[in-house]
């Protein structure tokens, strides 16, 4: 147990310092605005292309991982925006926006800090391929609906234009084009390049955790627990689960990407999760429930890692 506390207390320390920042006034909003830009425009980026020109690209795009975390987590997402629309009775826009938080991890802020801690230099390469599967899957399939419900249904050609647009300027997508280039090509990096790219990258987590502290302080669930229960139990719980079953279901399944996955799949819901549900009047629900989530993950992921430690998965 002692051993699994020194690898989630550290990353939940770092949250801890971000709060009491906020808390102390020592940061306000604006800064952190800041920092989560440096982190979403260059450290992360950064850390993609360090994990894609590290790794031979054979090693990097495996079409298992692809497709148990990616077909866990659209199975997730479908399942939500249809219970929510069939039993909830809730408008499009809000299942869609609600599934996404049930389904899409902050695989940058918090997954790979815990995976990090856990995998080392190979939690690179996993957050390579949840960016693909997030920002390529289920944030996009989000979007599209909640703008075609926006737009009564008018306009899902101009949805998925909106979307495509926001996709190629997304600093992770380019980071991503970046890494693969280098990668494909074999061109190295200027040795100053290289270790500039290295120092932007050893910043992504520990700047990452403190955002998401800093971005907790002040938050309230007051008159929202139903909804945000049912938010936090799906990505928590379900979310997880759901991407263990895809990977017990592949045929001669790697022990090494199931790991990876499950660490990933246990972080709560990604940091803009509150930021899009902004545009459709849904900010307080996901920002109540991106708050519950990463407090409870404390325990969810502590309680993962015991359980891969029990069954032999995780390193020595």
Do not use: W
């Not at 306000?28 to 894609?52: D, N």
């Amino acid at each position: 147990m002692l051993d699994i506390l020194a690898i989630t207390t550290p990353i939940f320390l770092l949250i801890g310092v971000g709060y009491l920042a906020m808390l102390g006034r020592i940061v306000t909003r604006e800064h952190v605005q800041g920092i989560s830009k440096f982190v979403l425009y260059c450290a992360l980026p950064a850390l993609i292309i360090k994990a894609l020109t590290e790794n031979p690209l054979e090693e990097v795009f495996t079409p298992q991982y692809l497709l148990g975390y990616g077909l866990g987590s659209l199975a997730v997402f479908t399942l939500g925006v249809v219970a929510l629309r069939l039993i909830g009775r809730k408008p499009l826009d809000a299942c869609a926006i609600h599934a996404l938080g049930m389904s899409a991890s902050n695989s940058g802020f918090i997954g790979y800090p815990v995976a990090a801690m856990v995998l080392g230099s190979s939690a690179g390469v996993f957050l390579a391929l949840n960016m693909l599967i997030e920002n390529l899957l289920i944030i996009p399939a989000a979007l599209i609906l909640a703008e075609a419900s926006q737009q009564h249904g008018q306009g899902v050609g101009q949805a998925i234009h909106q979307t495509a647009s926001r996709l190629v300027r997304n600093p992770i997508l380019i980071g991503l084009t970046v890494g693969l280039v280098l990668s494909t090509t074999g061109l190295p990096l200027p040795g100053v390049l290289a270790k500039a790219i290295d120092m932007l990258a050893a910043a992504a987590a520990p700047a990452a955790l403190f955002v998401i502290g800093a971005t907790l302080f002040g938050l309230r669930i007051t008159g929202m627990a139903g909804e945000v229960g049912q938010i936090v139990v799906t990505k928590l719980v379900i979310h997880p689960l759901a991407v263990l079953g895809v990977f017990l279901l592949l045929p001669d399944m790697d022990p090494a990407l199931l790991t990876g996955a499950l660490l990933f799949a246990c972080a709560p819901m990604i940091s803009i999760f509150p930021i899009l549900g902004q545009r459709y009047g849904l900010q307080d629900i996901s920002a109540a429930a991106m708050m519950v989530a990463t407090l409870l993950s404390f325990v969810t992921i502590s309680l993962a890692i015991g359980l891969m430690t029990y069954l032999n998965l995780l390193p020595a």
